[in-house]
């Protein structure tokens, strides 16, 4: 077991670059989502030390672009999905204060649109993914309340089969797996406490992260603005 471990983490920070960013393979295709996903299976294995967590952060911070949110590489357009990544790993990292969060919450409350559902960059058609990778940066910085939870919601709704089930990206869609793990997620962010919680960096059950003993400053952070605003 203590080999595999071994072998797993050598493999993922073998992948780490000079600039501190991440290939995907090795075909060399450098992407913020590759910083992320190791970052955060890294961590998960107690193992951000075999990388250099602060050139990974220097990598992400130049990722971010005018408007606060962040590209897929240093110049790249804006992405709400890249966003995430970047959010997510600098959460794990705890480097959050890079991240500009009112610009970069504004244009995430920017993605929502008249149909209630949100966007991954502007002028593009609203998709349940997005209620994922959006919100999920929004609940990070503690800023959910910036969008019309009860819009967002309708759409998500909207997007499912009532008859087989799941979710769709959008309405009259077919449903997938993808969108049904992004549609549920949403929803419990958006309040719903029927289903699971869910931790807005690692996109896994708060209670297992719980049980490993993951830092999860975030929410905590979340909690103590919950208790101090009642």
């Known amino acids: 077991m203590q080999r595999t471990l071994f072998l797993d983490c050598s493999r993922v920070s073998g992948l780490q670059k000079e600039d501190g960013s991440f290939q995907g393979d090795e075909w060399g295709e450098v992407d913020t989502r590759f910083s992320y996903c190791a970052v955060s299976c890294l961590s998960l294995l107690g193992r951000l030390d075999a990388i250099d967590t602060a050139k990974a952060t220097e990598f992400l911070v130049r990722c971010r672009n005018f408007d606060g949110a962040f590209g897929c590489v ?55 993914c997005y209620s994922w990778w959006v919100l999920s940066a929004l609940r990070i910085l503690h800023r959910v309340e910036w969008i019309d939870k009860k819009a967002l919601s309708s759409f998500i709704l909207r997007c499912q089969d009532p008859d087989k089930g799941g979710f769709a990206d959008r309405p009259g869609d077919m449903v997938d797996i993808f969108h049904t793990f992004f549609g549920l997620a949403g929803l419990r962010f958006l309040g719903d406490t029927s289903l699971a919680d869910v931790d807005p960096a690692y996109a896994l059950p708060v209670p297992t992260l719980r049980r490993m003993n993951i830092a999860l400053p975030w929410l905590d952070e979340e909690a103590r603005l919950a208790a101090t605003s009642t």
Request: with cysteine.
């Open 74 to 128: 240093p110049d790249a357009e804006s992405h709400a999905g890249q966003t995430f990544c970047c959010v997510g790993a600098l959460a794990i990292l705890n480097a959050l204060e890079h991240v500009d969060a009112p610009l970069l919450c504004w244009w995430l409350a920017e993605r929502q649109v008249k149909a209630g559902g949100l966007n991954g960059r502007p002028e593009k058609l609203p998709d349940v």
